[in-house]
């Protein structure tokens, strides 16, 4: 079929979808434009059986879904209605949320129902049910409507009836900041922390803090009590700040100014924020460490000779203290005597996304932060390449990208979790890359497909990834199932005669590669390039990274996504 994508961004969602679709031998093409002229155009080009919006803001235009069958997915459950379905159902302590298949028409998500399926809804952020949940049930649905429904000349999708009682959505407004916002008197920490989760990654919640107005993301409840008042700042820990609650405290781990005139602001370590930007950080000046279990980014659980190594840093980006700091852990660890094995877990919602754009466009001199970054995720890298005493898994439970889908190369075994999308390419940011990737890359996929991943910038779901040797095995997509199925063969891996055949084999490939060519080269020459690009103040990677950290799209759609112009280019060489 030929199936064109209209989406707002090329994100998480629409990545997944289209490789998806073209993985079932689908011809795709991807049009990002709002424009009402471009979406005709693409479909006249594209000729398209099928128009999908994986992820649509605005509105298809009416010439369009009258003349083709165009299906939108609707992050909500049957009859929900509106802009901020998650952020209601977690506002509403729904415990089961899901997501509907819709048919334009002309009222806004009030079409005909193609496909409908719930989940359970896990007290998480926004953002963290979109990635897991919503990404896998929306897929789930287009592959079952492409097999079954659209195959079937008599199937009528039904049309959305409130009179039905098992009809429990409703159409609800946008969300709004007043509706959000935090009253630290009388909320208790729960509630905080749900109104946080129901705006996480956008719009935040908005707040003042001593008289500085910020957005606040990615909230933990602490358990602790506390004699301060409501809201007030008790202490930090990994970049997060612990603020006092009625009957507890909450950690806040990012922020973002508001926009103050004509000053924009990005989110970055909530600290970072107090100390660097708010107008008063003197009246911070007495806060220390605060010990917790529940603020974390770095955690180990040692379990029958297996450490599990999570790094859950705010969106898989690695600043260079987050690396340090992993890197403290991994040599911890190396030491550890009860530890056969290493799996590294990466974060709740991404494996890792590489060095930390946005702490480094904040520092006073991004191209020195930016070198400070590469070297310590390197340093990282290495450690984990040479690691000659455990066997270290690369438990892909989660996207990567950039330096972060590079790094899980160097453990001696790549374990996804299906439907996990990588981007192993640094092109699309002005990089040259490093994390030793020209050493990992092509001695998995060879130098041939090694430079086609890089260069061509698309993004490889888990199982094309195995396929030509990026990643060793695809374990089950279901996130509880992935954990059972990966302790089992991480504890395989701890028995005498598999454990010490494997290290000797991993020892002498490496003494091997090493005479080949010595692994400090690869990093040397990845690192020239890297410097002559930060040292650049006309490199491409300055504006791509602010681009990039302050959201800002160049408008139109890569053509490595556009498949609609290829048949008109073909004729006319034809
Ligand atoms: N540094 C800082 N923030 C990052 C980041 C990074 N390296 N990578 C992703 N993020 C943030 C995004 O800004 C976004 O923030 P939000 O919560 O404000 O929306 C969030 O993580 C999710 O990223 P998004 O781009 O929406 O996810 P996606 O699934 O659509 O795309 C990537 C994933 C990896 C393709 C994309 O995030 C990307 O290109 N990241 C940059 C990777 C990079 O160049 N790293 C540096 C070289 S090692």
Redesign the pocket.
Known sequence: MNILLFAS????MC?RVHRELEAENHRVSIELSASEEVMQEAVAQFQPDLIICPFLKHRVPEAIWREHLCLIVHPGIEGDRGPSSLDWAIDMERNQWGVTLLQADEEMDAGDIWATQNFPLRGAPK?SLY?REVIATAVAEIKNILLDAIQKPDFRPRPLDYSNPNVKGKCLPLMRQDWRKIDWLNDNTETIVKKIHAAD??PGVLDDIAGNTVYL?GARAEYRKTNAKPGELIGYRDGAVCRATRDGAVWIRQMKMAQHGEKTF??LPALQVVTQQFHNPEYFEHLGVLDSQVQQDINTEIKNGVAYLSFDFY???MNTEQCIALLAKLRELRAHADVRVIALLGGED?WS???????IESSVDPAHESWRN?NA?DDVVQEIINMDNKITVAALRN??????AMMPLACDSVWAREGV?L?PH?Q??G?Y?S?YWTYLLPKRVGQHLAHELTTQCM?ILAKAAKAIGMVDQVLPEDWELYHQTLQKACEELTKDELFFSTLEQKQQRRVADECVQPLETYRAAELRQMKAIFDNPDSDYHKLRYN??H?ISCGKTPSRLINHTTKEKVLQIA
């Open positions: 961004a090329y994100n998480g990545q953002a990635r990654s956008f993301f990005f989110k969106n898989g980006a991404f996304n590489g060095i930390h754009l946005n702490c590469i995720i996207n990567a990208g950039a330096g972060g999308v981007n640094y699309t940011m990089l890359g994390e993004p990039f950290v959201k």
